[in-house]
């Protein structure tokens, strides 16, 4: 299984709704990614997970909620959004540091939020 | 502060011909680098890397070349069909920025045409 899902495909809310957007893998891999990305932009990095751990945060605003239940799970969780969040938010995950292929992620389909 | 370029937003090539799609960054500290295929309303699809130790890898009709000097790689597709028009994404590794994670360019859109 070489496959990074996510659910769900779209997502429209409020700008006073809850929330969450969630992926899977089944890879075995140990580091998962959330990116955020805007039409016509690359992929802009939000939060990092290793081993379950939250290793790096990109100064996300706190709107923006993570959390990895465990090695195969990620989810963001979304609360209080603006419009300009809306975007394409994508999971990403790869091999844990000590593998030479770390840097090669594996990016699932998306969610498509839009925020009203 | 843009670290890694892709200085072509749009290449189009004919059917059969070679695709070559460039990419320079500016971070020394760069040592990985790969090309991702993203295709409309899809996520980004790894094709092909190669580390800093080499200056070619090579996978089937794909073929990236790194030139350390001038800090600078680009992507072969040879030949070149009609499924690979999509948008392709320079990404490179190390510690830059404060940390180590992907810094993506900002793509190129690569139409062939039958």
């Known amino acids: 299984d070489t496959e990074v899902t996510q659910t769900p495909k779209h997502l429209v809310m409020g700008m006073t709704n809850k929330k969450s957007l969630k992926c899977e893998q089944h890879m075995g891999h140990r580091a998962m990614y959330w990116y955020k990305q805007k039409a016509k932009k690359p992929p802009e990095l939000m939060f990092v997970?290793?081993?379950?751990?939250?290793?790096i945060n990109e100064s996300v605003p706190s709107r923006f909620s993570p959390e990895c239940p465990n090695s195969s799970l990620l989810n963001l969780h979304l609360h209080a959004l603006q419009p300009e969040d809306s975007a394409l938010y994508l999971c990403?995950?790869?091999?844990?540091?000590?593998?030479?292929?770390?840097?090669?992620?594996?990016f699932g389909p998306g969610t498509r939020l839009t925020v009203l | 502060d843009q670290q890694v370029k892709q200085n072509s937003p749009s290449l189009s090539v004919q059917e059969g011909r070679i695709s070559i799609l460039n990419c320079d960054y500016t971070?020394?500290?760069?040592?990985?680098f790969l090309w991702y295929k993203k295709y409309p309303a899809e996520g980004p699809t790894f094709l092909i890397s190669?580390?800093?130790i080499k200056d070619k890898n090579e996978d089937g009709r794909f073929t990236v070349f790194l030139n350390k000097s001038a800090k600078h790689l680009s992507l072969h597709i040879v030949p070149s069909q009609p499924g690979d028009s999509a948008v392709y994404f320079c990404?490179?590794?190390?510690w830059g920025g404060g940390s180590e994670k992907l810094v993506f360019g900002k793509g190129t859109k690569l139409t062939v045409n039958p």
């Open positions: 190669i580390s800093s």
């Open positions: 990403a995950s790869s091999q844990d540091r000590g593998d030479p292929r770390y840097n090669e992620q594996f």
């Open positions: 997970y290793s081993y379950e751990k939250l290793s």
């Open positions: 971070n020394s500290m760069f040592d990985y």
């Open positions: 990404a490179a590794s190390g």
